[in-house]
């Protein structure tokens, strides 16, 4: 089984930037792919951003330019740096890890973004 913890929530100003980490722990295969996902008051729970092990990237259309996923393969760690903040982005994000047929996910970590 496999463990995912995520850390760098917390209250910011419209504009403003926040860094989301994401270490993942246990019995993890080498191929994968770590992602963010948020889910917003009201909405459904949407990818925000992947990487794969080999480095490609995807991005939702809203946060294009704005927010920059990478990952660090040897620590099995993901992170979403996020900058121009908008109130838009408000929501609870979580870390996600997905290889073969299994997929895991993280406790969520809380993003608010005031205007």
């Known amino acids: 089984q496999v463990q995912l913890v995520e850390s760098g929530g917390g209250l910011v100003q419209a504009g403003g930037s926040l860094r989301l980490s994401c270490a993942a722990s246990g019995i993890i295969l080498s191929i994968n792919v770590m992602g963010w996902y948020r889910q917003a008051p009201g909405k459904q729970r949407e990818l925000v951003a992947d990487?794969?092990?080999?480095?490609?990237?995807n991005y939702a259309d809203s946060v294009k330019g704005r927010f920059t996923i990478s990952r660090d393969n040897a620590k099995n760690t993901v992170y979403l740096q996020m900058n121009s903040l908008k109130p838009e982005d408000t929501g609870d994000y979580y870390c996600?890890?997905?290889?073969?047929?299994?997929?895991?996910w993280g406790q969520g970590t809380q993003v608010t973004v005031s205007s």
């Open positions: 990487i794969a092990s080999g480095g490609i990237t």
């Open positions: 996600n890890l997905a290889s073969g047929f299994r997929s895991f």
